[in-house]
Structure formats: C-alpha cells, structure tokens
C-alpha cells in the first residue's frame, strides 16, 4: 500500500496537473505510519520513498542509458540505486516520527499536525543538501493549481510545502478519531483549521503583489535549436550547431531586440569561438540587438592541469564590443552531482567514468552575481537545475529586476515527464516573484511565463523554431521577494513551540 501512494504521487505534478492525488499520497504515508512501531515505520517510509520516487524521476533512465552509453542491466542498477538513496529520506522521516514519542503520542495532533511537518521539512532540507542535493518534486509544487497556490508569493515553496503537509496531518488526525467516533470531541477544530488553510487564499486571488509596467516593452526572441542529445557533442556537428543558431538569430535580428539561446547552445570552449563570437556581437550591434548566448568557459589558471570550466551565458552586441572575458556573463552555481561534476572524486571517479558525460569536471561560479543586462532590462539568471532553487533565485533578486530568466538542455530526458516538470517548477519562480520567467530550451520546452505563473506561450518540443513574443515587465515586491524565508521560518518556529507546550489536565 506505501508503495501504490507513494507511486501515485506523480499525478499531482505536470503533465498530469490533477492536484489532490498529492493529499491522498502524503496523507496515506501518515496514516500508515502513525501508529507502527519504528522499524515497521522504517519499511513504509522507504517503501512510500521508493514508490514516489520510482514513479517521478523514472526518467533520469533515459540520460544513463541512452546518452551514458551503459548497458542496460547497469542503467536499470544505477537508476535503482538513485531512487532507494533518495528514498532513505521519507524513510528517516517516518523512523524520527515513531521515534519521537516523547513529545507525542500516536495518532495525536501534536504527532501529525506539529512534529510531522516539522520532521518533513528537516528531511527534506537534507535531500536538498547532501551532495549538493536533489531538490526535485517538492510537494508544495503538486498545489501549483490548487488554492494553495496563492500562498507561493508569500511564503515559498518551502511555505507551501510545510501548509501542504499541516493540512494532512489535519485531515488524518480528523478520518483518523471519526473512525474512533469521537467525532466532536476532537476532530471539529482540525476540520475548521483544514478548510481555513486550503480555502482562505481564495481572498488573496484579487491581490496583484505586482503590476505591470505598461510604459516599458520587452521584444524576445528565443531560439529553440532542436539539437538532438546524442548528437551535441560531437565535433562533425559543431559547426551544423553553429550555424543553425547563427542562421535561426540572423533571421529575427530587430531594433531593441533581446535573443536567447539555450543552455551551452555553443558546444565548444568560448576560448575556442572567438570569431564566431566576434562575428556575433558585430552582426547584433549593427541590428539594434543582443544575444544571450549559452556557452563553455574553459579558463587556465596557475596550474594547466586543473583549468577552470564555466557554464556560462554571456551576453553579446552591447555598445562596448566583445572582447573576452566580458563582464555582462552568468556563471552556472549549483552543479548537478555526475552531470557536471564528480562529488567525492577520489572515491566516484569510476562511476563518472563509467557514465562518460560531456563536460563534467565543472567549477561553481559565485552564488551571488550581478544581474544580466539586455537592452536597458535586468534579469535574474538561472542555468537548467538551478530554476528549482528558490532561495538560489532569491539571493540574486533584486528589487529593480525586471525579468526572470532560464536557459536549459532537457534533451538529456528525451519525450519523458521530466521537462514537463522542470516547467511547472519555473512556473512556480515566476509566482513566487511576481515576474516574468523567460525560459529558453535546445529541445523543449521554450516558454513565456507570465507573473502570475502562467504559461502564455510556448513552443512544442523537438521543434526547430523560434519563439517570438513582446513582454512588459513589472514593477512591486511580492513578500516572498521582499522577505525571503522569513514567514516560512516563523510558521516553523511557531509549530516548534507548540510541539513543548505541556496540555492542561
């Protein structure tokens, strides 16, 4: 049964959308748990995990096996061994609650209204952590279309995930004493606490926290090269690469035009491509235009043997001329473990090895940098993996940003459920906010995002095209913008509290 709830969780997020599967999931893990003994707890939480994760991101697959160039038996053990690590989380989740008897007995509302999501949360930030984590389907994203939604622009995330789960433990604390027949007695405040959670936002529906800034407009162009993945990093398709971007931006060059392109759309070191970039940053200046163009920075420092290597979106046909290394540029941050770089190195070279990744042996850049400037307009940057890290984002936000902006390759992941994902997750950045995402693919899925979170255009995938699209930005602070974390900490503090105070007799 842990393992059929856990499974059915995926319905809840993009492409599937239908949001209150999530409760069923989340809320059959607690009932199933409260009340078994720690080892019995142990098993459902790693069963849950496996289930949940099995079903999510069954399509890391297709990246290990397809373009690792492993055999399939060794693909099928690698994605095994991905998904019951991730599913040692919902495990010790589910040991610490049983574990944690001393502050709260089962079935109680201390145990699944206050300790659990508390306990969820702590969990949670520790699979976003260890090895530089692996934030992906958050639970708060499954309510992206439900009422909860409007909480996003206050709270986060982190906030929305942290109510998704109070409501649960709500809602298996009230089924949990009806099936007591103590309906009255206990269950008639969780009830009221359950619906106020869900359906109070409804009242923020007519709160724009922004608005637009009708006196400025934004003229985009983004090219969406459907370069195919296996074929990326060969150097017979280099210059085919070159050219289709080349051919794609010279067809939309236009007065105040701003041109993305995709994540390292240039599949060679910037070192390398000095003329093409030169020819570039000439050809957009003539034309009134400027290019965000995905690159490679390789640098050499001291040591010859250990360069440094960038992914890097630099930004081309400024009135200064390119010259490198130009400043106007973002580094990537947040690698992605095995895809970028090789955590532990002395110990998992061979598996990084075994996968034979392009480009894996990549530095962070700073985790605070200057905003992207194009044509008079300010974004907040974030390359592929990192759009899912609201407080990445938050960090470089800054109250005269105008647009978000993300470029990406999901090409790793083929006709699969994972950019469809990756999109709701971008979505979600774009309400927090309250701007504008502008997001830019090789493969799909290129997209305009309006501040409300809403797609307003989009390419379909695997298309060679270009997406055109006239954009205001906005102007105003959400409070998640403006404060951060800060009322996600404060409700978790106020539940930290609650868990110590002593009942009356």
């Known amino acids: 049964m842990s393992l059929f709830l856990g499974a059915i969780a995926v319905f809840s997020y993009a492409p599937f959308h239908f949001w209150p599967i999530a409760f069923v999931s989340f809320a059959g893990l607690l009932w199933l748990v409260a009340d078994k003994t720690k080892k019995q707890a142990m098993l459902v939480g790693f069963s849950w995990g496996v289930g949940y994760f099995l079903a999510g991101v069954h399509w890391v697959y297709i990246s290990i096996k397809q373009y690792g160039e492993v055999p399939t038996s060794v693909a099928i053990i690698i994605l095994g061994l991905l998904v019951s690590y991730l599913a040692l989380y919902p495990m010790l989740f589910a040991w610490l609650l049983r574990a944690c008897d001393r502050f709260a007995t089962k079935c109680s509302m201390k145990q699944l209204v206050l300790l659990a999501p508390i306990l969820w949360q702590v969990t949670e930030f520790l699979r976003g952590y260890i090895l530089t984590g692996f934030a992906w389907l958050e639970l708060g994203y499954s309510q992206l279309d439900s009422p909860l939604r409007n909480y996003f622009p206050i709270v986060g995330i982190n906030g929305v995930t942290l109510l998704f789960t ?4 709500l809602g298996v604390y009230y089924l949990y004493h009806v099936k007591q027949s103590a ?32 006196s400025r407009t934004a003229n985009f162009s983004l090219i969406q090269g ?11 398709q280099l210059d085919n690469t070159l050219q289709t971007y080349a051919s794609l931006t010279e067809k939309n060059f236009g007065k105040d035009k701003i041109i993305i392109w995709s994540e390292a759309s240039v599949t060679d070191y910037e070192i390398n491509q000095q003329p093409y970039l030169q020819f570039l940053d000439n050809e957009a200046r003539a034309n009134g235009s400027e290019i965000a163009v995905g690159i490679i920075d390789y640098r050499i420092g001291d040591n010859d043997a250990n360069p440094d290597i960038y992914n890097t979106l630099l930004v081309l046909g400024e009135n200064m001329p390119y010259q490198y290394p130009n400043v106007n540029r973002y580094q990537k941050h947040h690698l992605v473990p095995f895809g970028e770089f090789t955590p532990f190195r002395f110990l998992l070279d061979p598996i990084a090895d075994l996968l034979d990744i392009p480009m894996s042996s990549m530095q962070e850049g700073a985790e605070k940098q200057p905003q992207l400037t194009m044509k008079g307009f300010k974004f907040t940057t974030a390359i592929c993996y990192e759009v899912i890290l609201s407080n990445l984002m938050w960090k470089n936000f800054a109250p005269d940003t105008d647009f978000l902006l993300t470029v990406s390759n999901d090409a790793w992941f083929g006709d699969s459920i994972g ?21 830019s693919t090789n493969t799909g899925i290129t997209a305009i995002i309006d501040h409300h979170g809403y797609i307003i255009e989009q390419l379909p995938q695997f298309q060679t095209n270009v997406l055109n699209y006239t954009l205001s930005p906005t102007v105003g602070l959400t409070p998640y913008a403006r404060f951060g974390d800060l009322a996600y900490y404060l409700i978790l503090s106020l539940l930290f509290i609650l868990v110590f105070v002593k009942k009356r007799r």
């Open 166 to 169: 109070i409501c649960c433990g």
């Open 183 to 214: 309906f009255i007695k206990h269950t008639f405040g969780a009830i009221v606490a359950l619906f106020a959670i869900i359906f109070a936002p409804v009242s923020l529906n007519s709160i724009n926290w922004t608005t637009i800034d009708h």
């Open 226 to 236: 459907n370069i195919l993945q296996s074929l990326r990093w060969s150097r017979e």
């Open 419 to 439: 950019p469809k994902q990756h999109l709701q997750m971008a979505q979600a950045r774009a309400l927090e906010f309250g701007r504008p995402m502008i997001r």
